[in-house]
Each structure stands twice: as C-alpha cells, then as structure tokens.
C-alpha cells in the first residue's frame, strides 16, 4: 500500500487512515471470498471498492463491521482493531447494507427513531435527529407512511438516513445504487457528497466505473477476493481511457465520410463501426467535444443521436488484466445511444 504513514495512533493504526485493511482472509469452504486483502482510506476520503459479483465486496464490509470474523490479517477503523474492539468499532460507522435493511412495516420516521434509540439517544434527541434526517433526505412528507409503500430510492435514501443517525465518522456504502433509475441515482449521489463534505469518510463498493469516479478519490479493484489494481481514479481512468463520444447519424452510409472529415481536422482517433452504426471518438475534455460536434455540424451530417459513455467494468478489467471480469458482467449503467 502506498499511504501507509508511520506515525501510529494510540490505537494501532496509522495517523490519518480512517480504514486499514492488512492481509484479510475469509474462505467459505472452497471459496475464497476474501484471500489477502490490503486496503486503507485516509481520513476525510471517499475509497471506492469496483467488483464483480461475488468480487468479495459484501464479505468485506461484514468484516469492517463486525458481524464477520476473518479467518486471517488485521483490521482498523477509526483506529480500533475489528477482533479486539467491535464495540467501540461499531460506534465509529455506519452502514448502509447491499440489501434494504428498515423495517417495511415501520413508518420512515418510526424506523429512524428507533435506530437512535437503539443507539442510546435519550427519547428527544432520537425524535430531533429522526426529524431532522427525514427533512434531510426529502422524506419529511413520506414520513408517516409504512416503509413498504417506499419507492426503490426512497427506502434507498431512508437507508442512508438510517446509517447517519450516529452520526458515523466513517460510513460503508455497499452497492447504494445498484438497480436505482438514474434520476434516483443522482439523488444517492448528491447525499453521499454532502456527507463527504461534512468530513465523512466513506467506504463504497460497486459495480460501475461510472459511480467510483463521481464519489470516489482512491479506487481498489477486487476480483475473487484480491486486490488486482488501486490508486487514484484519476491514474486508473488514464490508464483505462476517458469517455467516448459515439455519434449515431441518419444515414450510417455517412460514418465514412465523418470519419474522414474529423481525421481531415487532426482528430485521428474517430472510428466507426457499420454493424452498430455508429461514430466512435475518445475525447479527454469539453473543448475536444465542442471541436467533433462543431466538425460534424459544419460539414452538415444529419445527427440521430449523441451519447458519451464512460468504460464499463469490463473495460476496466481489461485494460488492468488483460482479460474480462470472472463473474458476471456488471449491468451496465450507461443507456443505449440514441436510436
Ligand atoms: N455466508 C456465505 N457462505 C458461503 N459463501 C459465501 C457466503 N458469503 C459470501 N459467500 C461467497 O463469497 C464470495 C464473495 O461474496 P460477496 O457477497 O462478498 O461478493 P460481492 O462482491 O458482494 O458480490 P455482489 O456484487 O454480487 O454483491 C461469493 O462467491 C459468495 O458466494
Ligand atoms: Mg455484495
């Protein structure tokens, strides 16, 4: 690991990692969930774990929450040990886990103020906080409704709610948006950068590249429980490629023709392809945008339809290992250019 500073805390890890992860092992039988884990998150950022199915993502979190025990390596979170100090451990985060963890017969604010309870908050403070979360999580008019009549991102942000009630100094994100429409998508991800703004420091996991490079600054690829890449997502995208612009015009008999008339100008990187139909060109920035699409207008092409797309997980994997995911492949978050 790079950031391992050698300064150490009173508690065993290192002066500003929020998260250390050395060597962890869990096997389940045959399976290898985690196999020689090492990770860290420094204070204040937001560490991206991008996975697969079965990548190991869940079973990490569940053993940086305590409710799983490694069968190998050690572990600190906000400086406590995950063997030795679970409880004050569990006091130090939140979680909002894979799958929907409120009570759907609960009512949001129900839900809310029982966590505070449960979390030792005397009665007003866990009314004033649940209050204050709903309002918080534009749930305020929804409140009083039993949590089963919730849409996906309702229950997804009542999740996230829920996991600030103790106001975590560190917060794990297990897949907070998977299967989530993109509108609703936004809104978990304007409320995760709130929260790093408010000095959070979270741990996420997920499935798409899309998502790590929006929240996260540091990003640990896993795959059949071990690390394959880490570091900034800067220096991993720069390593896997930027967006692409793809272009899809009327007549796909002119991707010749646009082709060349961008290659014509010094944009030598535009490809095509007849089978989609398509118009593909990597560009790094605004500017380069701007200069294909005022090359494309100005030679009058008849547009259908404009799209970017960022690498999925499968060109991630590509481009660090030469060969595809093991698992599944991810469900890709990016719609279909425009038909
Ligand atoms: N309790 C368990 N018993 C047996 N095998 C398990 C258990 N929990 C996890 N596994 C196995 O460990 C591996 C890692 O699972 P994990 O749930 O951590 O993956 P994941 O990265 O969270 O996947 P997903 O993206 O599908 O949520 C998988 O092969 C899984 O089947
Ligand atoms: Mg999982």
Not at 96 to 121: C, F, H, K, M, P
Not at 293 to 321: N, Q, R, Y
Request: aromatic letters at 4%; hydrophobic letters at 40%.
């Amino acid at each position: 690991m790079t950031r391992i500073a050698t300064a150490r805390n009173d508690r065993g890890s290192a002066a500003g990692n929020a998260v250390e992860v050395h060597g962890i092992v869990k096997h389940y039988g045959a399976t290898k969930a985690l196999d020689g884990v090492d990770l860290t998150v420094q204070e204040g950022t937001v560490l991206g774990v991008l996975g697969p199915n079965g990548a190991g993502k869940t079973t990490l979190v569940r053993v940086l929450s305590t409710l799983i025990k490694p069968d190998a390596g050690t572990a600190f979170v906000g400086g406590y040990d995950v063997l030795r100090q679970p409880k004050q451990l569990r006091r130090t985060i939140g979680l909002t886990g894979q799958y929907a963890s409120v009570d759907e017969l609960l009512s949001g604010y129900e839900n809310l103020y029982l966590i505070g309870r449960l979390l030792d908050l005397p009665r007003r403070e866990a009314k004033a906080r649940a209050t204050e979360l709903l309002e918080r999580f534009s749930l305020t008019e929804a409140a009083k409704r039993p949590a089963k009549t919730y849409s996906g991102g309702m229950r997804r942000r009542l999740d996230l709610a829920a996991s600030m009630i103790g106001r975590p100094r560190v917060l794990y994100l297990d897949e907070p948006t998977t299967g989530l429409d993109p509108r609703t998508r936004n809104e978990v991800w304007d409320e995760v950068q709130r929260m790093v703004a408010e000095g959070t420091t979270v741990l996420l996991t997920t499935q798409y590249m899309e998502e790590a490079e929006q929240l996260a600054d540091e990003l640990t690829v896993i795959d059949r429980g071990r690390v394959i890449a880490n570091g900034l997502v800067a220096d991993l995208k720069a390593k896997v490629g930027g967006q692409t612009l793809q272009v899809r015009p009327v007549d796909p008999g002119e991707l010749p023709r646009m082709a060349r008339c961008l290659h014509d100008t010094g944009i030598t990187t535009a490809t095509y392809s007849a089978d989609t139909g398509l118009l593909a060109v990597p560009i790094t920035g605004e500017e380069q945008l701007t200069a294909v699409i005022g090359v494309l207008g100005g030679h009058g092409f008849a547009i259908a339809g404009i799209d970017t797309k960022v690498p999925s997980l499968d060109e991630v994997f590509l481009a660090i290992t030469g060969k595809p995911a093991s698992a599944d492949a991810a469900p890709s978050l990016v719609k279909e250019p425009v038909a």
